[in-house]
Structure formats: structure tokens, C-alpha cells
């Protein structure tokens, strides 16, 4: 049965369905140690079917991920809420993994294949997993926080002198939305924490696959995103009154985060990656953290952000200097979509366009197809454009 159910989650071609390989795999979860998990259930075969099963310990690492990825693309209408109703037990089942050091090591093992081939012909596994896992934690954040934002809102204008004056119409609109933003909030802050607490996990030892150009900037935006949310000045619109009621707990959240960014901050990478992100980076925003974890008493955290904020200092600065130099780059010289000096142009076949491989392949990551005319589009398929190549390159010698 055990055999039948990992050979199932891998191979789409004995059981097609998605939900029913995932549903398979979600069995696994009653193998874990009782009260393991987002709800305490009783083992099935106890711990140490996970020590003991040699086809569980050379295949089930991949098996999860493969159906982790595989429920995203159900083409259902209802696959959005279904594929987050799946993977938090499959992230109960990793977290337990974790801890064997034989799972581990297959963890590993697909990182560092990620990473020495994350641009090549076939987008990695581990890479296309930890892409939906940032898919699902952004998703999940920013729901969370803006479903917080419009509980406080009806709040507020509860506890206003403005309540009374309201019609009962007026009055049931504010409360029927007020349900909405509640049921939104308590789900996906719920799912946030499960999220973002994988991503601190896997992000302690294994560091390299998501500092690669094509993931770095969308995780450190995110990360700078919720983190202004929760230390900046935003984070009054989220003092509802009763935290516990919507599964937000702040100060854990904000201790994740971080995390997170320490456990990435030694990589060149990630500190690079930070300051691009215009829209919620400053490094008031590292500072606004340290104070949070200072009242926290998380004294030895506070010392590593105090270094990651002087590595990210150093790149803010030598990064303007760059700016600077190769401002004002010729429009034939900038990546169509993001509109930045391209290092490693390459051309779309179906529609022509030259685009950086860095900014196509992270758009595949997601939807393989053309994004100017939507033809199908792997990988494999880019050609590498060596004359505009050798033309920036001899643009960028000469401004030097």
C-alpha cells in the first residue's frame, strides 16, 4: 500500500488526477507522531514507518513535491482554495522530514541540482516548488493583511460617533462586510504562518536555491512587503481588537520574517535583492525590525540584522554607483518587460522579442508561454541573442 501510494504521487501517468494523488498523499499525514501538525491526529503505522521504509526514504521527498506542483494546475475553478486545503499537511509531513537527516539530504540533494541547472533546458523540481510556495505565501500575506485592514475599518467605525447615525441598511452593509473580512483574515493568516514557517525552515540550511536570479527579487520584495506591514508605519492599520480571534500574531510573524532574512543575509544575492525592491525597502525598515525585536528581548537576532544592515548598506551603495554609470543605456540595451539593462539577452522564437533570460525564466516558472503573444514556450526554446550581447557589453566597457 505504501509503495503504491509514493509511486502514485510521482507518476501522474498511474493516477492523473491530481486530487486524488494529492488526497493519496495526504495519508502520509496519519503516519506522523500524534498531535503533530495543524490538527492532532493518530498515527496509522507509527514514526518509524519514515526511518524504516527504504522506498519512502530514496522516493517520498520528490513524490510530495511533485504533487505539491501538480494541484496548482487543475484548471479548475476551484483549485485556488483546494491546492492551500492540501498543502498544509504536506507541509506538516515536511517539517517531520525535516528533522530525519536521510530526507534531509534528499532535500539537499534537489536544492544543489536546482541551483546548477535552475536556467537550463527543464525548469528544476525544487526550483518550481519553492516558486509556488512564494506564490502561495504572497497570496496569503497580503489577503491577510489587507482582510486585517478592513476588520479595523468596520471597527473603527464602530467605536465612531458616526455608528449611531448610520440606517440599518447602512449599518448591515458595514457588518456584512465586516463577516467577509473576518472569515478572509482568520484563513489566510492561518495559512501565512504555516507558509512562511516551512519557508524558515527550509531557508536555515538551504540557502542557495532561492538566492538564484530568477527567485531572489520576487522573495525579498515579498519579505519587504509584509514586513513594512508589520514594523512600519502601516502596522496601525492592523491593531484590530482581538488578534487571537484572526490567527494574527504579529511579533511571531515578524520573527519568522527575519528570519528568514538572516538565514539568506550572508548571500550576496539576497543583499543586492533587497534595495531593488523600491516599493517597500529602506533600510529605516531593518532598523524598524530591530527595535521590534529589541522589545522582544530577541537580543542575538538584533546583532545579526545589525550586520545584514551594514552588508546591504555596502550593496545600496556600490549599486548606486553602477546606477549611475549606466544610466541613460540605449532602449534596443533594456529587457522590454522590466525595462533593466539586460546582461544575458535571448530571443523569444514565436514572437521575436529579445528579452534577459533572467526575467523570461522567472516568467516561465509560472506560465510557459510567449507573454507578447502566448504560444507555448520552454526554456530550451530560448536562443541567446549574441549580438546584442557583445553590444552591451562593449556599451558598458566604454562608460567605464
Same mark, same amino acid.
Given at each position: 500500500?505504501?509503495? &503504491?501510494?509514493?509511486?502514485?504521487?510521482? =507518476?501522474?501517468?498511474?493516477?492523473?488526477?491530481?486530487?486524488?494523488?494529492?488526497?493519496?498523499?495526504?495519508?502520509?499525514?496519519? !503516519?506522523?507522531?500524534?498531535?503533530?501538525?495543524?490538527?492532532?491526529?493518530?498515527?496509522?503505522? *507509527?514514526?518509524?514507518?519514515?526511518?524504516?521504509?527504504?522506498?519512502?526514504?530514496?522516493?517520498?521527498?520528490?513524490?510530495?513535491?511533485?504533487?505539491?506542483?501538480?494541484?496548482?494546475?487543475?484548471?479548475?475553478?476551484?483549485?485556488?482554495?483546494?491546492?492551500?486545503?492540501?498543502?498544509?499537511?504536506?507541509?506538516?509531513?515536511?517539517?517531520?522530514?525535516?528533522?530525519?537527516?536521510?530526507?534531509?539530504?534528499?532535500?539537499?540533494?534537489?536544492?544543489?541540482?536546482?541551483?546548477?541547472?535552475?536556467?537550463?533546458?527543464?525548469?528544476?523540481?525544487?526550483?518550481?516548488?519553492?516558486?509556488?510556495?512564494?506564490?502561495?505565501?504572497?497570496?496569503?500575506?497580503?489577503? *491577510?493583511?489587507?482582510?486585517?485592514?478592513?476588520?479595523?475599518?468596520?471597527? /473603527?467605525?464602530?467605536?465612531?460617533?458616526?455608528?449611531?447615525?448610520?440606517? =440599518?441598511?447602512?449599518?448591515?452593509?458595514?457588518?456584512?462586510?465586516?463577516?467577509?473580512?473576518?472569515?478572509?483574515?482568520?484563513?489566510?493568516?492561518?495559512?501565512?504562518?504555516? %507558509?512562511?514557517?516551512?519557508?524558515?525552515?527550509?531557508? !536555515? /540550511?538551504?540557502?542557495?536555491?532561492?538566492?538564484?536570479? %530568477?527567485?531572489?527579487?520576487?522573495?525579498?520584495? !515579498?519579505?519587504?512587503?509584509?514586513?513594512?506591514?508589520?514594523?512600519?508605519?502601516?502596522?496601525?492599520?492592523?491593531?484590530?481588537?482581538?488578534? $487571537?480571534?484572526?490567527?494574527?500574531?504579529?511579533?511571531?510573524?515578524?520573527?519568522?520574517?527575519?528570519?528568514?532574512?538572516?538565514?539568506? *543575509?550572508?548571500?550576496?544575492?539576497?543583499?543586492?535583492?533587497?534595495?531593488?525592491?523600491?516599493?517597500?525597502?529602506?533600510?529605516?525598515?531593518?532598523?524598524?525590525?530591530?527595535?521590534?525585536?529589541?522589545?522582544?528581548?530577541?537580543?542575538?537576532?538584533?546583532?545579526? &540584522?545589525?550586520?545584514?544592515?551594514?552588508?546591504? $548598506?555596502?550593496?545600496?551603495?556600490?549599486?548606486?554607483?553602477?546606477?549611475?554609470?549606466?544610466?541613460?543605456?540605449?532602449?534596443?540595451? &533594456?529587457?522590454?518587460?522590466?525595462? %533593466?539593462?539586460?546582461?544575458?539577452?535571448?530571443?523569444?522564437?514565436?514572437?521575436?522579442?529579445?528579452? /534577459?533570460?533572467?526575467?523570461?525564466?522567472?516568467?516561465?516558472?509560472?506560465?510557459?508561454?510567449?507573454?507578447?503573444?502566448?504560444?507555448?514556450?520552454?526554456?530550451?526554446?530560448?536562443?541567446?541573442?549574441?549580438?546584442?550581447?557583445?553590444?552591451?557589453?562593449?556599451?558598458?566597457?566604454?562608460?567605464?
Amino acid at each position: 500500500m505504501t509503495m &503504491l501510494n509514493i509511486a502514485s504521487c510521482r =507518476n501522474s501517468k498511474l493516477i492523473s488526477n491530481p486530487h486524488v494523488r494529492a488526497k493519496l498523499a495526504l495519508l502520509l499525514s496519519l !503516519m506522523l507522531p500524534s498531535g503533530q501538525g495543524s490538527e492532532a491526529q493518530p498515527t496509522l503505522s *507509527g514514526e518509524d514507518f519514515f526511518y524504516s521504509h527504504d522506498v519512502a526514504k530514496e522516493h517520498l521527498i520528490e513524490a510530495l513535491l511533485k504533487v505539491f506542483i501538480d494541484i496548482e494546475f487543475t484548471g479548475q475553478s476551484f483549485q485556488f482554495e483546494n491546492k492551500f486545503r492540501y498543502r498544509i499537511p504536506m507541509y506538516d509531513i515536511l517539517e517531520h522530514l525535516w528533522k530525519i537527516p536521510t530526507y534531509r539530504a534528499s532535500i539537499e540533494l534537489l536544492s544543489e541540482q536546482a541551483v546548477q541547472s535552475y536556467d537550463g533546458s527543464e525548469i528544476p523540481l525544487f526550483l518550481r516548488f519553492i516558486n509556488l510556495m512564494l506564490n502561495d505565501a504572497t497570496v496569503q500575506l497580503d489577503e *491577510g493583511l489587507q482582510n486585517l485592514a478592513k476588520v479595523k475599518e468596520v471597527e /473603527d467605525m464602530q467605536s465612531s460617533q458616526q455608528w449611531p447615525t448610520l440606517t =440599518n441598511e447602512e449599518r448591515r452593509a458595514y457588518l456584512e462586510r465586516l463577516n467577509e473580512a473576518s472569515m478572509m483574515a482568520k484563513n489566510r493568516n492561518f495559512l501565512a504562518m504555516r %507558509t512562511v514557517r516551512a519557508l524558515a525552515m527550509i531557508t !536555515m /540550511d538551504t540557502r542557495r536555491p532561492f538566492v538564484v536570479p %530568477t527567485l531572489v527579487d520576487r522573495l525579498a520584495a !515579498m519579505l519587504n512587503y509584509v514586513l513594512q506591514h508589520l514594523v512600519g508605519a502601516k502596522r496601525n492599520e492592523l491593531k484590530v481588537k482581538d488578534l $487571537q480571534k484572526y490567527n494574527f500574531n504579529p511579533k511571531e510573524l515578524t520573527k519568522i520574517l527575519v528570519a528568514v532574512y538572516l538565514n539568506l *543575509g550572508h548571500e550576496r544575492a539576497f543583499c543586492e535583492a533587497l534595495p531593488r525592491d523600491q516599493r517597500s525597502f529602506s533600510m529605516d525598515l531593518l532598523h524598524q525590525a530591530e527595535q521590534v525585536l529589541r522589545a522582544l528581548r530577541e537580543e542575538d537576532m538584533v546583532a545579526e &540584522l545589525r550586520h545584514l544592515a551594514q552588508r546591504v $548598506q555596502k550593496c545600496c551603495d556600490e549599486m548606486r554607483v553602477e546606477e549611475e554609470r549606466y544610466e541613460e543605456a540605449p532602449e534596443e540595451f &533594456l529587457d522590454p518587460l522590466m525595462s %533593466t539593462l539586460m546582461s544575458d539577452p535571448v530571443v523569444l522564437p514565436t514572437s521575436g522579442v529579445s528579452m /534577459d533570460r533572467v526575467n523570461i525564466v522567472r516568467h516561465l516558472l509560472s506560465d510557459m508561454s510567449d507573454p507578447f503573444n502566448r504560444q507555448p514556450l520552454t526554456p530550451d526554446m530560448l536562443v541567446p541573442n549574441t549580438d546584442l550581447r557583445r553590444k552591451i557589453e562593449e556599451w558598458k566597457a566604454n562608460r567605464k
